[in-house]
Structure formats: C-alpha cells, structure tokens
C-alpha cells in the first residue's frame, strides 16, 4: 500500500523554530522529526511514498530526496497554496493509488501500519482512522471520537471535553482514493471539518483501536515531550 504524508503545514504554534524550517524537519535527538516516520514505514516493508508540501518544502525534498538513502522510493507533491489536510490530497489524486496509508508529518504513532491496512481491507470502508484511549497515557490532545458497538465512528467533535468522546484521533488513516477525487480542485478542503462528518453520516469511516499513544510535535509543550524522550 502506498504511503502518503501530509508535511505542507505552516506550524505557527513553533514560531519562531518554524521560521527557518518547516514543522516536520524540526530536529529532534539530531534528526528531523519527519525522519523518525519515515525510518518507521520503511522497517515495516512498505516501499512507496509521496509527501504532500507546502511551506518551505524543499528544505523536506532535499533532505529526503528520491528516499533510498532511506529505504524507500518518495515522490513528492507540492501545494500552489494552502489547501488544507484534504485539500493538499486531492491537489496530488494524479499521484495517489487506489487506497492509500495516510500520515500527518508532524505526529509519530510507533504501531504495525501493515495490520492498519490489513483490517481496512478486510472490513472494506471508504476511510478508517486509528483511534487510542488516553486512559493508558494521556497525550494532551481532547478525545474527539465515538464509535458504535460495530466499529463504525458515530461522531467527531474537536476541542470540547464530552465523555461521549471515548477516543482520540492518533494521526494514522487510510482512504480510498475516491473519497478525495470528487472534491473541487485547487480548493482549501479540510479532513476534520468536511470530509469526516460526510462519511459518519455514510457509515462509511471506521476505526482501528490501538493502545499504544502517539506523540506529536505541535506545541511546544508536546515537542519537548518527544525530545527528552528521543535526547
């Protein structure tokens, strides 16, 4: 399954590191963040990627190149503007396979993605998320997800605190690519606010529960986190 990652983001919330390089080469135990995911896919046998960029995106394509440096084949897609998580997916759809593994380039989730894009395929939907309960670990992030008995999420409500909300989004997803090449080209389009509340109401957005948390680095409370960790 190919691999797609969304790294085009503008990271204000790092200013001013984000000033000089874009959120996911942030250097972290001195590497870039971006590298630990990347470094990740390809150790569990997944051989292509794009990288969907925006904001200084090339400081990503030179450091990473064509990828076999680090074991991997990377091609790459760059936003004319700013188009938003599913935006930025249907400005590449030309690039993109029938179903696709779909990571934010600024959170890291160490889990098996092959069994990620085993259970999309064996419970066929248009889209499934990976979902965690901070019970285990809190990550710092609200729950923002409800499912059903069945698997299917039956709500997603970002920034309250509900108890309806059992889990939290863990920035891991895959898609069939058909969900994205309907959306209007060229068009800021967001994943959160319009594509998920469109297949809830399908039934057609499904969850995968993990355990294990993840860890992001979009404040700089979370980014000094994961560093003491990776020192």
């Given at each position: 399954?190919q691999?797609?990652?969304?790294a085009?983001?503008?990271?204000?919330?790092?200013?001013?590191?984000?000033?000089?390089?874009?959120?996911?080469?942030?250097?972290?135990?001195?590497?870039?963040f971006l590298?630990y995911?990347?470094?990740?896919?390809?150790?569990?046998?997944?051989?292509?990627?794009?990288i969907?960029?925006?904001?200084?995106g090339?400081?990503?394509?030179?450091?990473?190149?064509?990828?076999?440096?680090?074991?991997?084949?990377?091609d790459?897609?760059?936003?004319?503007?700013?188009?938003g998580t599913?935006?930025?997916?249907?400005?590449a759809?030309?690039q993109?396979d029938?179903?696709?593994?779909?990571?934010y380039?600024?959170?890291?989730?160490?889990?098996?993605?092959?069994?990620?894009?085993?259970?999309?395929?064996?419970?066929?939907?248009r889209g499934?998320?990976?979902?965690?309960?901070?019970r285990?670990?809190?990550?710092g992030v609200?729950?923002n997800?409800?499912?059903?008995s069945?698997?299917?999420?039956?709500?997603?409500e970002?920034g309250?605190?509900?108890?309806?909300l059992?889990?939290v989004?863990?920035?891991?997803?895959?898609?069939?690519?058909?969900?994205?090449?309907?959306?209007p080209?060229?068009?800021?389009?967001?994943?959160e606010?319009?594509?998920?509340?469109e297949?809830?109401?399908?039934?057609?957005l499904?969850?995968f529960v993990t355990?294990?948390?993840?860890?992001?680095?979009?404040?700089?409370?979370?980014?000094?986190?994961f560093s003491?960790?990776?020192?």
């Open positions: 399954m691999v797609v990652i969304l085009g983001g503008l990271g204000t919330r790092l200013r001013p590191i984000t000033e000089r390089v874009p959120k996911p080469m942030v250097e972290v135990g001195g590497r870039p590298e995911i990347i470094s990740h896919v390809a150790g569990q046998q997944f051989d292509r990627m794009l969907l960029l925006g904001y200084l090339e400081q990503v394509r030179d450091y990473f190149g064509d990828g076999r440096n680090f074991g991997i084949s990377i790459y897609a760059f936003e004319p503007k700013p188009l599913a935006g930025a997916v249907r400005n759809i030309g993109v029938t179903e696709f593994l779909l990571l380039g600024d959170s890291f989730l160490p889990i098996d993605y092959q069994a990620v894009a085993g259970s999309f395929r064996k419970n066929p939907s499934l998320i990976v979902v965690y309960d901070n285990h670990a809190d990550t609200l729950n997800v409800a499912l059903g069945d698997g299917v999420v039956t709500r997603y970002k309250c605190v509900d108890p309806g059992q889990y989004e863990a920035g891991v997803l895959c898609f069939q690519r058909e969900v994205f090449a309907k959306l080209p060229i068009k800021p389009v967001s994943l606010q319009e594509l998920y509340p297949l809830i109401a399908q039934r057609e499904r969850a355990s294990q948390r993840f860890f992001d680095i979009g404040t700089p409370e979370r980014l000094e986190e003491a960790k990776h020192a």
